[in-house]
Structure formats: structure tokens, C-alpha cells
């Protein structure tokens, strides 16, 4: 572990790596970022082991006003093709899906605050038939262990888009709001709609930020809500996070 290199990268201020930067100082990670919103320049696919996107307000499709879009996702392509880890969250996971050949587009309902997620019947189903193919035995191992992992865990949420599973890809976990809530990709991509990452003042610089969303919605919290919920998840999603990251990162 001590010479993995992870490099982040950063759309917005206010959507940072968070508690990943905890995990990453207890295993002696090489740490490297680029923040995006302030045009720097991204790094060639040798400089990182893993790569990990952030979330943001903005869409997959906004090429036209976030210039550095296109190079974000060429970025990501290579990194993959490459065969490097990476792991995305909420836009993050989003841009990862759209690379691999995915629909990206507005779910049926926003989801905000504090839901559960579950192991989704049908890539129970996938696992099944994995199981009787050796080649995909990595993928379904680290699949089964993840999927477990997060079944019943309730995770914090702030995305309005969603996306079609990309091919091959594996559904890892579902909401009653939105199908897709992490996948697996073979067995180094990893794509998380939900944040795991987001401690207390992280929540509230997205509500701060991003307040105008919370308007009343079966699957939008209040603030009030997210303040109550927060006390009691964030310890709990801070202890799924790093195991999460021991399974993926360290297999």
C-alpha cells in the first residue's frame, strides 16, 4: 500500500475527497489532485494507480459550458483502457458510465438526503450465472463482497441524473428512487451514485450551495431532516467507506 498513487478529481469547492483523505493518511497513499474549476491541467494516466471523481452539480452533457469536460473523459477513458482503477462518485460514477458506452439522463425523481440501498434482484440474478463462467470469478468475488457490503446501508444522496448499467457492468445496489446505485466494471472500475465521502460540514456546504434543490418532494429531504439523519449516518458511512476502500483497493 505504500506506493499506491491515487489522484482525485475535483469539480466544485464544495465537493472535495472528504473522508476518503482520512483512509488514504491511515494507509500512506501518495495523494494527488486536479481541481478542475480552476482550469488546471490533467495529469497523464502514469503519473496514478487509482483515479477518483468527484460529484458536482453539473451534467456529463455540459461540454459547452465546462470545457474541461471533454478532456475530463478522454482522461478517464484512457485511465480505464489502461486497466487502472477508478472509482467514481455521483458525477463521477456518471462520467465513468457515459465513457463506457451509457445513457446519462434526468431520473424520474431527485434523491437528497439520507436513504437506504439494497443489493439489486437482478444482479443477484448476473452474479448467479457468473458463477458457472471462471473467467468473470474475480468480478463476481469482489461483486458478491461488495454488494454485501452495502445492502440495507442508508447513504447520503444529492444527484438528480441517473444512467443506463454499462455492458458487462455489474449492478452492485438500488433505491426505491433510482435503479442504479453502484456498479462494478470488470473488477477495477467502481461507480457509486451515493456519498459515502461527505462528513458533516460537507453536507452542509452541498445544502449551502445547492440549497434551491430542496424543495418538497417524496425523495427529497429538509434540512432539518438531513441535520437529524447526518448525527446518526456519518459515522456509520464513514465506517462502510473505509471498508469499502480496503475491499477495492486493496484486493
Known sequence: ?????????????????????????????????????NDEELPDVSAFDCLIIMGGPMSVHDEDEFKWLKAEKELIKNAIAANKTVIGICLGAQLIASVL??????????????????????ANEVKQSLEQNVFFGESRNLSNTISELLNNQTVFHWHGETFELPSTAICLASSD?????AFLYKEKVLGLQFHLEMDEAAIEKIMENCRAELVESKFIQSEETIRQEMKKHIPENRKLLFELLDDFLKS
Open 101 to 122: 458506452g451509457a445513457n446519462v439522463y434526468k431520473n424520474d425523481e431527485k434523491e437528497i438526503g439520507f436513504f437506504p440501498v439494497v443489493q439489486n434482484v437482478i
Open 177 to 181: 428512487a433510482c435503479l442504479q446505485q
Open 1 to 37: 500500500m505504500q506506493n499506491l498513487r491515487i489522484h482525485h478529481l475535483q469539480h466544485v469547492p464544495f465537493e472535495s475527497i472528504g473522508l476518503i483523505k482520512n483512509w488514504m493518511h491511515e494507509n500512506n497513499v501518495e495523494h494527488t489532485a486536479t481541481y478542475l474549476y
